[in-house]
């Protein structure tokens, strides 16, 4: 498929302003075409989501919403009535769009929501905390008044480990952002799954847990696992509010 001369144009200015690196030009140029074509990306869980049953009588289901950690993940909690719903690159008002058909429709009882990554580094305008402090508080609200419990997990981490991933993604927002999602959670009766505090070495995100200094890897989600199945329980055991 040819690369219209507007989207090529565009993943160059990108990579130019934000000094993407030259590897990342095809990921940045494909995922602008498909804004184009599905803003928010609607079509990414419709069609499954119709092939999902209404839950049993007893049944915890909880969906896990958000962007690319969420959508990595492998290995993905067999046997339990989780559902991933995460989709690389999306930020926060992608989320919020997205939020009744791939959370609400499906009759959660519990969402872990994470994103703001993206956000932060740019890829569809620039979002300041204030801007994703609003999201996030949307979702949270579109979740409670339909019964749903709230999971806030925190931003992962990142290091320049293998490439620099600091220059787009600061550290010191990242940890801003974490900072207001743990304090948003007590205010509203959620959960703070601290990711971040588990995959970190001061501000970098260990290598040990990440191939690419911005993803976890198989260790790091291994890590992961059972700090979200703890928030989850909480998450349960709490009255709605």
Same mark, same amino acid.
């Given at each position: 498929m040819r690369i219209p001369a507007a989207l090529l144009l565009l993943g160059c200015t990108l990579c130019a302003q934000q000094q993407i690196p030259r590897e990342e030009l095809e990921r940045v140029v494909a995922a602008q075409r498909h804004l184009l074509a599905d803003w928010a990306g609607l079509n990414r869980f419709g069609s499954d989501n119709t092939e999902v049953r209404p839950p049993a009588p007893g049944e915890n289901r909880v969906v896990f919403f958000g962007d690319d950690t969420t959508a990595?993940?492998?290995?993905?909690?067999?046997?339990?009535? *989780?559902?991933?719903?995460?989709i690389a690159r999306q930020s926060t008002p992608q989320l919020l769009v997205r939020f009744r058909q791939d959370v609400i429709s499906l009759r959660a009882k519990v969402v872990v929501i994470?994103?703001?990554?993206?956000? +932060?580094?740019?890829? &569809?305008? *620039?979002?300041? /905390?204030?801007?994703?402090a609003e999201n996030f508080t949307s979702m &949270?609200?579109?979740?409670?008044?339909?019964? +749903?419990?709230v999971v806030l997990a925190s931003l992962d981490p &990142?290091?320049?480990? *293998?490439t620099n991933q600091t220059k787009l993604r600061p550290q010191?927002?990242?940890?801003?952002?974490?900072?207001w999602l743990r304090d948003y959670a007590a205010k509203t009766g959620s959960v703070y799954l601290n990711y971040y505090a588990a995959l970190a070495d001061g501000r970098d995100f260990k290598k040990e847990y990440t191939s690419d200094g911005l993803l976890p890897n198989a260790a790091g989600y291994a890590v992961m696992a059972p700090?979200? /199945?703890?928030? +989850?329980? /909480?998450?349960?055991?709490?009255?709605?509010?």
């Open positions: 990595a993940w492998t290995n993905f909690f067999p046997g339990k009535p *989780y559902l991933n719903r995460g994470q994103g703001g990554m993206n956000d +932060i580094a740019g890829f &569809v305008g *620039y979002g300041s /905390e204030g801007t994703m &949270v609200e579109l979740a409670k008044v339909n019964g +749903i419990r &990142v290091c320049d480990c *293998y010191g927002k990242i940890i801003g952002m974490n900072g700090l979200a /199945e703890k928030a +989850i329980a /909480e998450a349960l055991a709490l009255p709605l509010r």
